[in-house]
């Protein structure tokens, strides 16, 4: 698959991801944390650029990471087409190297949830910590166990379109409050007007709360709250969408 062919299939598997939401967020928190000036932000696990673009037009200066080379060639492309000028890394967010200072560092649209062991987990709260400025604020948000369990295993989602389609089958994983989706594309060929099929696999584990904020609090962070779908107040037994907001100590 090109990935050309697989950005699309992405973005139209996040058509309707609420981007605003994570933008407006990012904002409230740096309103209400007194940050001034323009703020330096780095948008890890970046993906097509999506949100970094969206941070981009709003003024703040955006350099976006991912482990993708593809996800990243679509991500400068979109750039481009959006007149912002966005530095993309190939790396992997458990282990930066050389990124410098930022003031904001964010993991947005649940990608702390693709990393499957709790190693990754800190280490990524480990280099995050070495790359935000004195002042800094990381932002991250993941799928509560409720999502995990209740919300995604064993459950059936489908989109059927003139061009695309998919079938997206989730059942539980390995390891605990962790999921496998199992997904199945099929894309319309406009030359030969048949529908071709792509099939991808993801993994996605999740923690309780109480552990994210050990592991933070760990690594040298204070946690500044714990907010739940994209509103400023804790999170519920029902909450789908988990937020921290934590500063360097």
């Not at 928190?29 to 941070?55: Q, W």
């Not at 990243?72 to 492309?77: E, F, G, T």
């Not at 894309?187 to 099929?197: C, I």
């Not at 909450?239 to 921290?244: A, C, H, K, N």
Request: negative net charge.
């Amino acid at each position: 698959m090109s990935y050309e062919q697989f950005a699309y299939l992405y973005d139209e598997l996040m058509l309707d991801a609420p981007y605003d939401g994570w933008v407006q967020f990012v904002k409230d928190i740096l309103a209400k944390y007194n940050h001034r000036g323009t703020p330096r932000l780095l948008d890890l696990a970046c993906g097509t650029g999506e949100l970094s673009v969206r941070f981009a037009k709003e003024g703040y200066l955006v350099t976006g990471v991912d482990l993708s080379e593809d996800m990243l060639a679509v991500a400068q492309a979109k750039a481009e087409d959006k007149g912002v000028r966005i530095p993309f890394f190939q790396q992997n967010m458990a282990d930066l190297d050389g990124q410098g200072r930022f003031d904001v560092i964010g993991i947005f649209c649940d990608s702390l949830n693709y990393l499957l062991t709790e190693e990754e987990v800190t280490s990524t709260f480990a280099t995050v910590l070495d790359h935000l400025d004195e002042d800094g604020i990381f932002i991250f948000d993941v799928h509560s166990i409720f999502k995990m369990t209740q919300g995604f295993i064993n459950q059936t989602f489908a989109l059927n379109e003139e061009e695309v389609s998919y079938i997206w089958n989730s059942f539980p994983g390995d390891h605990p409050n962790s999921v496998e989706h199992e997904l199945s594309f099929f894309v319309l060929d406009e030359q030969t007007k048949k529908y071709d099929r792509f099939d991808e696999v993801h993994f996605q584990r999740t923690y309780p709360i109480e552990q994210y904020s050990n592991w933070l609090e760990s690594a040298g962070f204070k946690v500044l709250e714990v907010a739940a779908d994209f509103e400023h107040s804790s999170p519920l037994a029902h909450s789908e969408r988990i937020f921290f907001v934590a500063k360097k100590k």
